[in-house]
């Protein structure tokens, strides 16, 4: 595990982080992150202290070899130039709630969330029934719950037939088709699940645990890495979520209760391990692909903090490989992967973050045999 020190700096808008490899500068003001590595960060705290004496001509006249735009954005940071604030996630304004209706509704429970479906579409209710099916049914809604009313509302354009959702009267996306709207609800129901409670960091990555191992596997859309944990999930490995990996404040993971998104590229992969998987109903994301939901086979209730971080990327043809990255790769591959926070990026959530996050192994990991890379995992995983 990398361990990092602060070090001190002239401007007071900045933090700096050092391990033996990478310099990492957080801006208390913006929430801006930077990263450098080896040389660059070792010209990274030259100019540092270069510049409130020499001032921005001057640190540019001395480094005439550097080039200039790279020159440039050093000076920007280090003077705190930017000039707009880093975004986090803002909180869902839940509304009210009608209990008026509450023999017309299917309550579910997924936390600390009670969503209240309207019966008043079979169809519709039908349609999301692997969205649901593996959360608890509930009507007793305790003082620590809070009730989401779902609604669904035809919503005709042209030829076509559309639906909108609504989150307690709020609609929640544009209208869409029937077969995208399960997507778009599960997708909304797990941001309203993860709001709900104080969390670190939301990264866009599938998270499994096996023992006392526990790892997270960021990655674009494409990336491979749902397709990969569904199959570690159908053998002896346990799943918090295939599409966010929730970290709490004391670093641990959390689990998010809700079905696997399979793509089409995928099912023939994963026909062996879910034998459901070729009744499944079809659904169409808004990018067209066609996708089916199921459950996962074994579900990670227990709180761990994570062990490794591998980026996986499925390369046709390729050989199996794994390399180590350093904590400012890690870094801006969670940042191209996607991920949210509940609160500005100050310096205490940043402690948390290079603590919990960026100080634990991070790799890349190149596939085309599944197979070959869940034992490359398998042999991270007993050290």
Request: proline letters at 4%; hydrophobic letters at 40%; a neutral charge.
């Amino acid at each position: 595990m990398k361990r990092f020190y602060k070090i001190p700096l002239a401007s007071e808008c900045l933090t700096g982080y050092f391990d033996d490899e990478s310099l990492i500068l957080l801006n208390k003001k913006s929430g801006f992150v930077y990263g450098f590595e080896k040389e660059s960060a070792a010209l990274v705290m030259e100019v540092e202290t270069k510049l409130p004496i020499l001032g921005k001509k001057g640190v540019l006249s001395h480094y005439k070899n550097t080039p200039l735009s790279f020159l440039s954005s050093i000076i920007e940071i280090l003077s705190c130039a930017d000039k707009v604030e880093e975004s986090y996630e803002a909180p869902f304004d839940y509304g009210d709630s009608d209990d008026k209706d509450k023999n017309q509704r299917l309550f579910v429970k997924a936390g600390s969330i009670t969503f209240a479906f309207s019966k008043k579409y079979k169809s519709v209710l039908n349609l999301i029934e692997p969205v649901l099916e593996h959360l608890e049914e509930n009507e007793n809604i305790g003082e620590d719950q809070k009730r989401i009313d779902v609604d669904f509302i035809p919503y005709e354009q042209e030829d076509d037939k559309l639906w909108q959702l609504l989150f307690n009267k709020k609609e929640v996306a544009p209208p869409v088709s029937l077969k995208t709207l399960p997507l778009i609800l599960q997708e909304n129901m797990i941001i309203l699940f993860y709001q709900s409670k104080p969390y670190l960091m939301a990264i866009h990555a599938a998270a499994l645990s096996c023992g006392e191992f526990a790892v997270i596997m960021p990655g674009k859309s494409g990336s491979g890495k749902s397709t990969l944990a569904a199959k570690m999930a159908a053998e002896e490995f346990s799943i918090f979520s295939d599409e966010i990996a929730l970290i709490g404040r004391n670093g641990t993971l959390k689990h998010i209760p809700f079905s696997m998104n399979i793509k089409e590229g995928s099912w023939g992969v994963l026909n062996d391990k879910y034998k459901e998987l070729k009744s499944r109903q079809e659904y169409i994301r808004f990018d067209d692909q066609r996708v089916k939901l199921i459950a996962p086979k074994r579900i990670s209730k227990k709180q761990h903090k994570i062990s490794s971080i591998i980026f996986p990327k499925f390369k046709k043809g390729a050989s199996t490989s794994l390399e180590e990255l350093s904590p400012c790769k890690t870094l801006q591959m969670i940042k191209d992967s996607g991920y949210q926070v509940d609160s500005p990026l100050n310096e205490n959530n940043f402690d948390l973050i290079l603590s919990n996050i960026l100080s634990r192994p991070s790799y890349s990991l190149i596939y085309s045999d599944i197979d070959e890379a869940i034992n490359v995992i398998r042999e991270l995983r007993v050290g």
